[in-house]
């Protein structure tokens, strides 16, 4: 992926959220709604050095993920105004992003519950010796739960080739990382299971791209899983209601300085790769992308009422598919 | 004086923390971020960090810690921010607090309340949307309460406290601005269930988040001639047969309102009992409305129609009625 072709992600994935932020207040969009806006260059530069086949388990804050993996802009919106054209059905709702084609695991709103299922998926690739790396991307709140402590030390010890990939953005919802990790060294802290952990500038897209990129590596000579911690942060509420009494507004502004486009537009214009024009063009491109998105969600379908107990168990035609 | 569920909630929190000075709260974001659904805003600055004590993401430890501070001699508050959440602490509860009083030849007691927000229809789809209580209540050696008036917010944690052994309390998340009148007179015991609304021809028994949603249905009923006894059951476990059976005797016919999936669930059991206390006193089959069995989904048409409703109720109501006596 070009350099520029991950800034026009960056925008995107801003776009895509800005605009679900607006229609969450039209009331188009419901439920609990959490923005990765801040946190843009995580996911462009981890999905960056993946393979298309590669396996991602997400979080709730996972818009960004699935755009990244090629989930389609349209399935995504459509699935948060509860459409059949959305990627789960209109069953999920924005915290359940499923898209197994694009081997996009979800969207999974237990803190910490997506990490021995991607322990698993992993441990399916080693049993059948498929080449493929799972990316289970995580929030730093979740090292507090059992599940992440399970899961590191099951998959270091079956030297399965997963990257455990932390979002550091120094709060779970209201709890800052001081607060609640008795030792905030979370390299050190997941070291302490034997597998191979380093950190990395998360407002830096291409810091983040070269550290996956090692991470990936590592896993795919066979070395067992990775830790990686991707230092980041949120700029918006934690979801739609969060009166954010745990953070200073000005902390925020001082973290707005470090915003992961600017900087990248930054140096592409330093490198003569980007210029006024270049940057309006994308911010154009994305903007049609976005509200395309938006009028097809508009305009998608409801499934029938009828239907509302499928999917609890596969039926013939899904047996079929799977 | 007009209070919401969620006031009358804290306040009842703050005059326990007054009260005894065991009392202290644990759970995730009650502190610095007010609550997650702001039940607990204040009492951080209040009571200080040491009574009011935010936790790391970690209900399997802070259930646990709860327990063992309770079989201490302390008398802590654990909330968990949803039922969802709190099968990750399920080994705890069912494991050691429900059990330990047994196992340990009634050497042990653990005096802990939890409390955790269940239900669904706000569109959070299926990891924070479902109603287990009545699982809940299949086990022994915890209660089971289930607040659904002001009153009920306002008076149910201080019994629960006094009370010797653990005590889960579910509180609808539709309920917290829910706005009532204080009564002034004391509150029935936690473990006795109340009529609602008084009627001769059906019973209607319910609990919770669906108390609103019957009494709603019995009004409507009403216009047709049909006057329904509401039953708020209050408490899962123990449930207070006397108090409904008693009303079934009378009407000679139930339906059964609740939020849990039908299959295993306290509906089941109520039927049961009904069936074993006063099958011949029935005029027509218990009738239960309870959610779909499906997980539930985020589209808002569908958790509707998943969910029980005003106007399931009625119609559950009028077949039982149809039967002829
Ligand atoms: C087991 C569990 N406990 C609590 C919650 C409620 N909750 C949702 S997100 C969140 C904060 C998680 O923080 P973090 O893991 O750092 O991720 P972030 O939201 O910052 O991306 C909490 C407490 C939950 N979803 N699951």
């Known amino acids: ?322 | 004086m007009s209070i919401t569920c969620r006031d009358a909630m804290r306040e009842a929190i703050r005059q326990a923390l007054i009260a005894d000075d065991r009392v202290f709260m644990m759970g995730e974001d009650i502190g610095a971020y007010g609550g997650c659904f702001a039940v607990s805003k204040g009492l951080l600055a209040e009571f200080g960090p040491d009574r009011i004590r935010d936790t790391p993401l970690s209900e399997s430890a802070f259930v646990g810690a709860g327990v063992g501070a309770a079989m201490a001699g302390m008398r802590p508050i654990v909330e968990i921010m949803t039922v969802n959440f709190s099968l990750l602490a399920l080994d705890q509860i069912l494991n050691n607090a429900a059990t330990l009083r047994h196992m340990s030849g009634g050497q042990i007691g653990v005096p802990l309340v939890i409390r955790m927000t269940t239900g669904g229809g706000r569109q959070l789809a299926a990891q924070h949307s479902h109603s287990l209580e009545g699982w809940y209540a299949h086990i022994p050696g915890i209660k089971v309460l289930v607040p659904a008036t002001v009153d009920d917010f306002r008076h149910m944690l201080q019994p629960a406290l006094d009370d010797p052994d653990p005590v889960l309390i579910f509180e609808h998340a539709l309920l917290y601005n829910a706005e009532g009148e204080l009564s002034d007179g004391p509150s029935p015991p936690i473990d006795k269930a109340v009529v609602r609304r008084a009627g001769k021809d059906i019973t209607l028994i319910t609990y919770g988040g669906s108390l609103a949603k019957t009494v709603q249905a019995a009004e409507l009923l009403a216009a047709e001639g049909i006057e329904a006894d509401v039953i708020d059951l209050r408490s899962l476990r123990p449930l207070d047969d006397a108090t409904y059976m008693a009303s079934v005797r009378r009407t000679h016919r139930a339906v059964i309102v609740d939020e849990g999936w039908r299959s295993g669930s306290i509906s089941a059991e109520l039927s049961a009992r009904i069936t074993e206390g006063a099958f011949y006193e029935l005029d027509a089959p218990v009738g239960r409305v309870c959610s779909a069995e499906v997980p539930m989904p985020y589209a808002k048409h569908l958790e509707e129609a998943a969910l029980p409703s005003t106007s399931s109720i009625v119609a559950a109501a009028r077949e039982a009625m149809a039967e002829d006596a």
């Not at chain 1, 699935?66 to 948060?80: F, K, Q």
């Not at chain 1, 934690?238 to 902390?251: G, N, Q, V």
Request: hydrophobic share 45%; glycine share 10%.
């Open chain 1, 1 to 322: 992926m070009s350099d520029l072709a991950m800034l026009r992600t960056m925008l995107l994935i801003r776009r895509f959220e800005e605009r679900a932020a607006q229609l969450y207040g039209e009331s188009k969009i419901r439920g609990f709604l959490h923005l990765c806006i801040g946190e843009e260059a995580v996911a462009v530069g981890v999905s960056a050095a993946l393979e298309p086949d590669d396996n991602v388990v997400s979080t709730y804050r996972e818009h960004g993920h699935a755009l990244v993996r090629g989930v389609g802009a349209d399935a995504v919106m459509a699935e948060m105004f509860g459409r059949s054209e959305g990627c789960s059905g209109g069953r999920g709702g924005s915290m359940h992003l499923f898209d197994v084609q694009h081997r996009f695991f979800g969207g999974n709103a237990i803190v910490g519950g997506g990490l021995p299922v991607a322990v698993g998926l992993a441990l399916a690739d080693h049993l059948r010796g498929v080449q493929r790396t799972t990316v289970c991307l995580f929030g730093e709140g979740a090292m507090a739960e059992g599940e992440f402590h399970e899961s590191v030390n099951l998959a270091t010890l079956w030297h399965l080739p997963v990257v455990f990939c932390c979002e550091n953005n120094l709060y779970a919802m209201g709890s800052a990382l001081t607060r609640t990790e008795a030792n905030t060294d979370l390299v050190l802290k997941a070291a302490a299971y034997g597998l191979a952990a380093w950190s990395a500038d998360g407002m830096d897209v291409r810091a983040v791209h070269d550290a996956m990129r090692r991470a990936v590596t590592t896993v795919r000579d066979g070395s067992g899983p990775v830790f990686v911690e991707m230092r980041t942060y949120r700029f918006r509420a934690h979801s739609m209601y969060d009166p954010e009494l745990y953070r200073s507004k000005d902390e925020v502004a001082e973290w707005k300085h470090r915003d992961p486009i600017d900087l990248e537009v930054g140096r592409l214009r330093v490198d003569g790769l980007l210029d006024d024009a270049g940057l309006s063009a994308l911010q154009d491109d994305v903007q049609r992308e976005v509200e395309a998105a938006v009028l097809a969600a508009e305009n998608g379908t409801d499934e029938p009422v009828e239907q509302l107990t499928r999917h609890v168990y596969a039926d013939a035609a899904e047996e079929v598919r799977s």
